[in-house]
């Protein structure tokens, strides 16, 4: 009976606080990576065709390269958000579908 209670409190407080931890921070991973890449697809000139994976996918690697550039350059939380967003847009300039001629 002791054994179970132990399991039972084990899981409630331990793992599947974790789990919702881990979910969340998927959740906002995604969704800010999404936002990244809708304003680098704004502000990189010309039509660019996505979906809207690829631009959560784009969003969220140019916001992993602007967050390692920041590091190494040593700089604050504006110089990051604004390499992120660099690294975002060249990503999708890089990404873009080449139209048939």
């Known amino acids: 009976m002791l054994l179970w209670?132990?399991?039972a409190?084990?899981?409630?407080f331990v793992v599947l606080p974790v789990l919702g931890a881990t979910l969340w921070a998927l959740i906002?991973?995604?969704v800010l990576?999404?936002?990244l890449g809708?304003?680098?697809r704004l502000i990189a000139p010309g039509r660019t065709p996505m979906s809207l994976l690829m631009t959560a996918v784009?969003?969220?690697l140019g916001a992993l390269l602007g967050t390692l550039a920041a590091d190494l350059l040593d700089r604050g939380s504006l110089?990051?958000?604004l390499l992120q967003i660099g690294a975002a847009v060249l990503l999708v300039m890089?990404?873009?579908p080449e139209k048939a001629t």
Not at 9 to 12: A, D, I, K, M
């Open 5 to 7: 209670l132990l399991i």
């Open 9 to 12: 409190c084990l899981v409630l």
């Open 28 to 30: 906002t991973t995604l």
């Open 33 to 35: 990576g999404l936002v």
């Open 38 to 40: 809708a304003i680098a």
């Open 58 to 60: 784009v969003g969220v």
């Open 79 to 81: 110089a990051r958000l």
């Open 94 to 96: 890089v990404l873009r």
